[in-house]
């Protein structure tokens, strides 16, 4: 029997399995503990103790460079013992590319996983030094992967590489998936929206719901909101973080809508709040960007145009006034999340299968752009349609 591929996941400092919600036996953030097996053997990034000082200076450098070389210096040891390294956004493949890298001949033998999230958003942003340097990076990837794909798409168009297409998952043990039987509304309306990706639009949100004595609404966000959002300022919405898995199904079961607000944007923001409260059987408002009816198609929510506080008002008076069809919604976005299998086990067996064709194709001119996408998983130019 042949030994089982060596793969080290390396996350960002916080992540690691052995502290993240200890106690909750969760496995690994994101779910990239299901690919375990007799085939796969995985590590993951540690975290070291630090005093407060020094983890004020790594997180300073993070900021400067964009990834947390620091973190991926301590787990460098992991990283060159690797067959194979999986990434989950830019901040760590980035971290590890370069540490392959200053390993010489030594750091070629890793296959290296790269999944970027934020990265192309920002890219036409970036100073050309910075875009020099990361494209050096990135170079050192044997497959890119984003979560969207219109990212996937940007991908090709800045760095000439085709990038696959993987489809975030659920965590089906926080949140598992129930079908919604019945759904009437409070009066007055209850509107919930939770997030803290930079993409969030409160302000359209807040001029859609505040302020109008028909709805009773609550913002979850660890992102600072102007004080003037906050009651008594505007009495009928109370804002707060909804940190914990305890506070965020409250929060969950108390509304009748959850609105996902965004600004335009290439890496599906919203998409873990879009799972959630499919799989609680909510109706769901969401801005119409960053690809994520390729996730939940017309028909599983209410997709309004980015900065349209108007239509979503609409949206909510609508459901409101047909529960029925709040209800098939939802029902809809259920039946989405089976059907496509969104969860954490089928996130995780993504990364198997392209593993699985990198390893078949030998490592071959592993170091050279790959220009085809790779098997066993949809990449972007076949697509049919954070927190």
Same mark, same amino acid.
């Given at each position: 029997?042949?030994a089982?591929t060596?793969v080290h996941?390396?996350?960002?400092y916080?992540?690691? #399995?052995?502290?993240?919600?200890k106690?909750?036996?969760?496995?690994?953030?994101?779910?990239?503990h299901?690919a375990?097996?007799?085939?796969f053997?995985?590590?993951? +990034?540690?975290d070291v103790?630090?005093?407060?000082?020094?983890?004020?200076?790594?997180?300073?450098?993070?900021?400067?460079?964009?990834f947390?070389?620091?973190h991926a210096?301590?787990n460098?040891a992991?990283l060159l013992q690797?067959?194979?390294?999986?990434?989950?956004?830019?901040q760590e493949h980035?971290?590890?590319?370069l540490?392959?890298?200053?390993?010489?001949?030594?750091g070629?033998?890793?296959?290296?996983l790269? &999944?970027?999230?934020?990265?192309?958003d920002?890219?036409a942003?970036?100073?050309a030094?910075?875009r020099?340097?990361?494209?050096?990076?990135?170079a050192?990837?044997?497959?890119?992967?984003?979560?969207?794909?219109? $990212?996937?798409?940007?991908?090709?168009r800045?760095?000439d590489?085709?990038?696959?297409?993987?489809?975030?998952?659920?965590?089906? /043990?926080?949140f598992?998936?129930?079908t919604? /039987?019945r759904?009437? #509304?409070?009066?007055p309306?209850?509107?919930?929206?939770?997030? $803290?990706?930079?993409?969030?639009?409160w302000?359209?949100?807040?001029?859609?719901?505040?302020g109008?004595?028909g709805?009773d609404?609550?913002?979850?966000?660890r992102?600072?909101?102007p004080r003037?959002?906050?009651?008594?300022?505007?009495?009928?919405?109370?804002?707060a +973080?909804?940190?914990?898995?305890?506070? /965020?199904h409250?929060l969950?079961?108390?509304?009748?809508?959850?609105?996902?607000?965004?600004?335009?944007?290439?890496?599906? +923001?919203?998409?873990?709040?879009?799972?959630?409260a499919?799989?609680?059987?909510?109706?769901?408002?969401?801005?119409?960007v960053?690809?994520?009816?390729?996730?939940?198609?017309h028909?599983? *929510?209410?997709?309004? #145009?980015?900065?349209? *506080?108007?239509a979503m008002?609409?949206?909510?008076?609508?459901?409101?006034a047909q529960?029925?069809?709040a209800?098939?919604?939802? &029902?809809?976005?259920?039946?989405?999340?089976?059907?496509?299998?969104?969860?954490?086990?089928a996130?995780?067996? &993504?990364h198997v299968?392209?593993?699985r064709?990198?390893?078949?194709?030998?490592h071959?001119?592993? &170091?050279? #752009?790959?220009?085809?996408?790779?098997?066993?998983?949809?990449?972007? +130019?076949? /697509?049919?349609g954070?927190?």
């Amino acid at each position: 029997m042949s030994a089982a591929t060596k793969v080290h996941v390396h996350l960002f400092y916080g992540a690691d #399995p052995r502290t993240y919600r200890k106690g909750d036996d969760i496995g690994c953030l994101y779910g990239y503990h299901h690919a375990e097996s007799d085939e796969f053997a995985l590590t993951y +990034s540690r975290d070291v103790r630090e005093h407060r000082v020094v983890g004020i200076a790594r997180r300073a450098l993070k900021a400067v460079l964009g990834f947390d070389v620091v973190h991926a210096w301590r787990n460098r040891a992991a990283l060159l013992q690797a067959d194979v390294i999986w990434t989950h956004t830019e901040q760590e493949h980035l971290a590890a590319a370069l540490i392959l890298k200053l390993a010489g001949a030594h750091g070629r033998r890793p296959l290296l996983l790269a &999944q970027s999230v934020w990265l192309f958003d920002k890219w036409a942003g970036y100073g050309a030094a910075r875009r020099w340097a990361y494209r050096k990076l990135l170079a050192r990837a044997d497959v890119l992967t984003t979560l969207a794909r219109d $990212n996937a798409e940007l991908c090709r168009r800045y760095l000439d590489r085709d990038a696959v297409h993987v489809y975030y998952g659920l965590n089906t /043990q926080d949140f598992p998936i129930g079908t919604p /039987q019945r759904w009437l #509304p409070n009066r007055p309306l209850r509107i919930a929206a939770i997030g $803290n990706d930079r993409d969030r639009d409160w302000k359209t949100f807040l001029e859609a719901f505040g302020g109008d004595a028909g709805y009773d609404v609550r913002l979850a966000t660890r992102r600072r909101v102007p004080r003037a959002w906050h009651a008594p300022n505007v009495p009928n919405v109370r804002v707060a +973080s909804a940190s914990g898995l305890a506070k /965020q199904h409250e929060l969950y079961d108390w509304a009748d809508v959850i609105v996902v607000p965004l600004r335009p944007n290439f890496h599906a +923001s919203g998409i873990t709040v879009m799972l959630e409260a499919a799989a609680l059987g909510k109706p769901m408002i969401v801005s119409d960007v960053g690809g994520l009816r390729d996730y939940f198609p017309h028909g599983t *929510a209410a997709y309004v #145009p980015p900065f349209d *506080a108007r239509a979503m008002r609409h949206a909510a008076d609508a459901f409101a006034a047909q529960p029925e069809h709040a209800l098939e919604c939802a &029902q809809a976005a259920a039946e989405r999340l089976r059907e496509r299998d969104l969860t954490t086990q089928a996130f995780a067996a &993504q990364h198997v299968r392209i593993t699985r064709e990198l390893l078949r194709a030998g490592h071959a001119g592993a &170091q050279q #752009p790959a220009r085809r996408p790779v098997a066993g998983a949809r990449a972007s +130019s076949n /697509q049919a349609g954070t927190r």
